[in-house]
């Protein structure tokens, strides 16, 4: 019976591999850390570009009309799924918690950039509710997305030790 | 040797257990900082929609903006649209004691769908003054449909009906019944009122707001009592108005006497005008006084009236217009009456003469939309004056006090473009409770 060996993909390089039956273990010494190494570059990647992603979507929007919308939205969910797809495990903690203030920052940056608000004065609540109006939609389908990341990831995880506990006791 | 080697080692454990407790205290405040920021939006997106769901959207202004003229800046226009209907939104009869008793407003069958006040309110995109013009319902102008055909020359306020009036008969003759046919025929009514009015004034509307004589009672019910200020003791059995001289607080049924009276007042409709304006102006100060704004219980009991007997247009994002409150607010309104250049009688009916070139001059100009033009001696309105026509317009000077009541901050300068030499009446300064006849 041959037992291929798992692959670390970019989507998920910090899972350490199971050990090759009857080979060396692939500790973080090992060939899983090499693959660690390599797969740095596309979580750097990631955490450096998909934070455009929504800044990108709102510049669309407020191209198109005077607030933030579906570009926004859709920039988010992408930045959002990509980030949690490519961080490793322990980065998920920074990443789950980033959608709502992202979202707010790049909505309130937008809105006073572009002149839409002053950011002072007696309408500031009012601007405020504007900037929570406009964020909320995004932030929650974002903030779904990742959870739904996380929730793949944690299964696939799940599934990978368990079958690399049959094969080691086989 | 190994004592030091034992030391290195706790000191590594240590430090390992340092930075992961830090980690932790570092994740426990991001994930709190992510949970505050998605639970206050969450409150507020909540918030305003449950404020704005079930407000009654016109689309009418779509009709009439391919034909504005282009804006020069962000600033915004609102049209205030009163309507002298004594029916509900569907076009039911209003019960009979609540019409004669409460709205002093004779039966059903009266007031038709005239629009009796007509206030167009300038926001600058500055957040600076904000600037209103009433224009006197009975202007004699050429009236339009909402598609831009011209329905003749009437009274401004006639546009609504008229077009109400052919539109209805066009749908009960396809068969259209019930509240779609009133919802419908007024919808062509709107249409052709904001185009008749853009077309009058020369500037575009953004958004306009709709209000029969239900609504205005039923909002002054909520923001009941009302101060107002009067220059002289008013008696008036047609709109039930019967009031000291003085500051005074009214409820529901006085505020409707109030902003309808006509009857016994020098200047008649131009004095109304002045009333709307000063009833307007306290409205607005209440609301700011007792923080209606800031206050999401009491707004939400505002929008379930305006839900109830206000029409806005659909594109009119409430939010915006909060964010352009302060102006309102904040005693940064002036109003004006448009001028008018004299009285005549134009099929068997009193109508004011207009002259629309000096009318689009004036309102241009404090809108931003033209420069700044200097009034002359020889304007229609003076023009009219020296000719002998009964002028509109009372001297400032003849015991009308337009200084507010209770409002101790200094008089701003006036608005530069439209000063009260070509306006019908004198200006009213928003920002406390004015005193008007």
Redesign the interface.
Known sequence: MTVTNPRVTSADPGTIPAPRSGGPPAGPRGRGAHRACKGARPVRRALLIAPLLPVLGACADRAAG?HVGWGFAAGLVLAAVWAASAVRPAQL??V??????V??AVTMAVALVTGT??GK???L?????????D???A??AA?IAVLIVVGVRSVRSRRRGRSGDVRAQG | MSEHKGEQGRGARSTKRKTSRSVVAARFVVCAVSSAVLAVSGVGWFAHHSLTNGLKTSDALDAVRKRAPKHLDNSVNLLLIGLDSRKDMDGNDLPKEFVQDELHAGSSEIGYYNTNTLILMHIPADGGRATAFSVPRDDYVQTLNGDGSAQGHFKIKEAYSIAYTKEREKLDAEGVKGADLEHRSREAGREATLATVQNFLGVPIDHFAEVNLLGFYDIAKVLQPIQVCLNHPVKDKYSGADFPAGLQELNPRQALAFVRQRHGLDNGDLDRTHRQQAFLSSVTHKLKSQGVWSDLGKLQGLFNTVKKDVVLDSSWDVLDFMQQVPSLTGGKVDFHTLPITGFATRAGEDVNLVDPDKVKEIVQAATGQAPSPSPTPSDGSADARSGGTPSPSPSPSAGQSTAPAGDSSPDPSPSPSASDDNQAGPTVKMGGIPCVD
């Open positions: 005077p903690w920074w789950v918690p980033a959608p709502p203030p979202a707010a608000s002053t004065g007696a309408a609540p009012a601007e405020a509710v504007r900037w929570a109006v964020a909320f939609p932030m929650a903030e």
